[in-house]
Every structure is written in C-alpha cells, then in structure tokens.
C-alpha cells in the first residue's frame, strides 16, 4: 500500500478508521484500503504494458473493468501530455513526419488511405505528438477515380526516404520514439480510428517518464480527479 498516512487527493494526514477505511483530516474524503490498493495495481499494470486481458487473468478481476480502467488512465496520459506541452510549446523543438500502417495492413497496396500520419516533436528529449488528419475519408473517391496508384507510388517514395532519414539519424530521439512506439502499439493487435490518438498519447506518456515517475502521475491524476 502506498501513502497510507497522506492523503491522494491533497497530500494531508489520514485517519484509520474502525470499518477500515481511511478519512483525510482536511478534505474528509473517505476510502476503502481495498480500493486503493485495486487502482495501484492496475496502474502498474497499465504502466508496465500488460493487456487488459492479462491483467484480467493475473488480478482475478474481469476484463470488462479492467478495460475500462486502462481506458480512464489513457485519457489521463493524453492530458498529462497536454499539460507538459503547455510547459514547452514555446521552446525549440525539432521535429519529424511519420506514418503508421497496422501490421496487418501493410502488405495491401491501398494500405496508404488507413495509415495513420502524425508529427513527432522533441522538445529537448521530451517527445509531443500531433496526429494529422486521416486519408481515409478520401479512400473510396480515390478507388472510383482510379487515381490510387500515384498516392501509392508518392507513398512508398516517401518510405523509403524515411527510411535513409532514419539510418542517418540512428540515436535521433523522434526515431527512438517512433521504435518504441512500433514495438508496443503491438501488444493491443488493432486499434480502431476513434481510439487511435488515446493510444499514442499513452505511449508518448509512458516514453516520457520513468516507469516510477509514470506510476506517480496517474496515480494521483486519478485520485485528484
């Protein structure tokens, strides 16, 4: 258990009461030991890249909660990000362009229209991202039209521009990003369009901090909200 004696929400002293449950002595919120313990858990879980599934199997609670608790810590990812961009927006920053095709759609030629495009700025080894909007609702007009090959070619000259951009710049931290981001979007096999930029915020905030130092901020992001 962690901070039994301070309080999550507003850091001050906790009373042990006689059900069990902690009282803070300013705010007076009370709350169940079990619970607490539950959310940190589940947090660890969530930091450490578990799938909802695995943490459903290993915590013996069901997937339909846990999934909705990862949910609820992606947004908090998504608004701590914001709130540390706040901090360094007006600082420089380099920046790189990066498409992102699922593993399964990578073979298919029209792949081009679901790939997903965001800028990846680093702010003195602080990464930021920005996710540009979708091809995809031009997808059917292109097909019609049978203008699709010249965005396929214009796509796969891009790749491999990329590509020697990437050599170049092997120890970049956009490029180490992006490896990581690669490496671990992976373990959720698909994601779909709505939920897409949750997923990378959670992993531009989980690349940003330590595992503790991530632990620690929606831990209590999560109690204070």
Known sequence: MLWLTECLSCHNYLYHLGDGRLKCSKCNKKRSKERINKIITLIYAFINNESALQTSKRVHISYV???????????FCA??????????????????????????????????????????????????????????????????????????????????QSYIIKVKKRYNNIVEFWDYFEKYIRIYKGVDDKSFIYFLKEFEFKYNHTKEEAVELLIKKYFKE
């Open 65 to 75: 909660s846990v999934h909705s608790y990862f949910n609820v810590f992606r947004l």
């Open 79 to 160: 608004s701590i990000a914001e709130e540390e961009y706040e901090l360094r927006r007006h600082n420089e920053c380099e920046y790189e362009e990066y498409f992102y095709i699922q593993e399964s759609k990578k073979h298919k030629k029209e792949a081009i229209f679901d790939a997903y495009n965001f800028l990846t700025f680093d702010y003195n080894t602080h990464i930021y991202t920005l996710l540009m909007p979708s091809l995809k609702q031009y997808k059917q007009q292109f097909l019609e039209d049978s203008v699709e090959g010249a965005y396929i070619e214009e796509f796969h000259r891009f790749k491999r």
